[in-house]
């Protein structure tokens, strides 16, 4: 897929104020700091769309982003936010919940895992909420620049495994860089295969 064209389209914490469900939609979403919205650049290549940062939690909105006029992008709130209140957080976690069991055009959603860690029970519990839920999503494995190989397939076994002990089969996977790219062509076909089986809900 080449992609002509990326813009932001806006920010919400409210799902009745969500643009309207007639294009195919795909939602990335991880723990704070994984690398979320340095991918989502990467995917679209155009530096600064989705904001960056050091800081855990920087994204606590639900922010749309238009791509090539037919499909939209949605960076999601990271879960396991460092620094906030417990007010804030229960929030956030209502209304991405929300989001995740109502928008009737989401596709699907890429959950980011960074691929440097060993399974992290807040990413398999968010995991097997969403397979318990009937949500479909796959994996996006992050920062793969930054180890070897090797030692990237032995996390990503290992979180398949983890992930056996409550699913029957576990979704497919990428593994991804936004330094270098990795990654990009095989998330953006997969994208532009399920658009092409996209059909508006009435």
């Not at 791509?67 to 936010?81: F, K, M």
């Not at 956030?92 to 860690?117: A, M, P, T």
């Not at 998330?187 to 399920?194: E, G, N, P, V």
Request: net charge positive.
């Amino acid at each position: 897929m080449i992609i002509k064209s990326a813009q932001f389209q806006c920010s919400n914490t409210r799902t009745d104020k969500l643009p309207p469900p007639t294009l195919p939609e795909y939602a990335f979403i991880g723990r704070s700091n994984v690398g979320k919205s340095s991918l989502i650049n990467m995917l679209v290549q155009k530096k600064g769309l989705a904001k960056t940062s050091q800081k855990p939690g920087k994204t606590q909105l639900i922010n749309h982003f238009l791509i090539n006029e037919n499909w939209q992008l949605v960076d999601l709130p990271g879960y396991g936010y460092a620094k906030t209140s417990q007010t804030n957080r229960s929030a956030w976690e209502k209304f991405i919940r929300y989001y995740l069991l109502h928008r009737q055009n989401l596709q699907c959603v890429f959950v980011l895992i960074d691929c440097r860690l060993t399974p992290q029970k807040l990413d398999l519990d968010f995991c097997s909420w969403l397979g318990e839920t009937g949500v479909p999503f796959l994996l996006v494995f992050t920062k793969a620049d930054k180890q070897s190989k090797l030692q990237t397939d032995k996390h990503i076994a290992a979180f398949r495994t983890a992930l056996l002990s409550t699913f029957e089969e576990v979704p497919m996977h990428f593994i991804s860089s936004a330094e270098t790219g990795q990654g990009r062509e095989e998330i953006l076909t997969f994208i532009h295969d399920l658009n092409q089986q996209f059909v508006p809900s009435l």
